[in-house]
């Protein structure tokens, strides 16, 4: 594997997880920096840096971020973007890994991509839940812009900076085991 390669890799991980907290933030980053020759994408994915897909996706981007201060919508958002991150998740991998045999792109665009935005996205979905509990849904769109904002820094840091941004991912991750161990026991 080339670094190339690897940095690629690391940039899938980190839209993928990015993903998790808005779906469609991350393709829109994803898509401008591939316009503006940023970053490289998989030659049948290089559509995404277009003008069509860059205007689709940055207006999917502001529905589903105003849509989440909107209450109720919220919850309901959750339960459809559980299943749309992870194919956002699988698409931003699929298409960031470059030099890669397409059955190693798939595997790992499924596993990594589409596994880590569904984990991402659980979270989420079970912080949104216990803020409706907690806070009659008052506390809902903290919990969103506290979202939104980790999507644009995860997508921000995956696009320039691979390499933090898997760390940052990581370090997400152990976070989360934390504190599910902490209130399983």
């Given at each position: 594997?080339t ?14 997880a990015s993903a998790?907290f808005r ?13 503006f020759?940023?970053?490289?994408l ?10 069509p ?5 940055g ?5 589903e ?14 339960t459809?973007?559980a299943?749309?991150?992870?194919i956002?998740g699988?698409?931003a ?5 470059i030099?890669?045999d ?16 569904t ?9 949104r839940l216990?803020?409706s ?7 809902n769109?903290?919990v ?10 995860l ?17 997400i ?13």
């Amino acid at each position: 594997m080339t670094t190339e390669t690897i940095l690629s890799l690391f940039l899938g991980i980190g839209l993928a997880a990015s993903a998790g907290f808005r779906v469609f933030l991350p393709l829109f980053a994803m898509s401008l920096a591939s316009h503006f020759n940023i970053i490289p994408l998989n030659e049948s994915w290089s559509w995404v840096g277009g003008f069509p897909a860059m205007i689709t996706l940055g207006v999917a981007m502001i529905g589903e971020i105003f849509a989440y201060y909107i209450p109720f919508v919220d919850n309901l958002l959750d339960t459809i973007a559980a299943p749309l991150a992870a194919i956002a998740g699988t698409a931003a991998m699929a298409s960031t890994l470059i030099d890669l045999d397409p059955m190693l792109t798939w595997g790992l665009a499924i596993i990594a991509g589409g596994g880590t935005a569904t984990a991402m996205q659980g979270m989420t979905s079970v912080t949104r839940l216990a803020s409706s509990v907690k806070t009659a849904g008052l506390g809902n769109p903290v919990v969103s812009t506290a979202e939104t904002g980790t999507a644009i820094t995860l997508s921000s840091l995956s696009i320039f900076l691979p390499i933090v941004a898997l760390i940052v991912v990581v370090i997400i991750f152990v976070i989360i085991f934390w504190l599910f161990r902490k209130f399983r026991n």
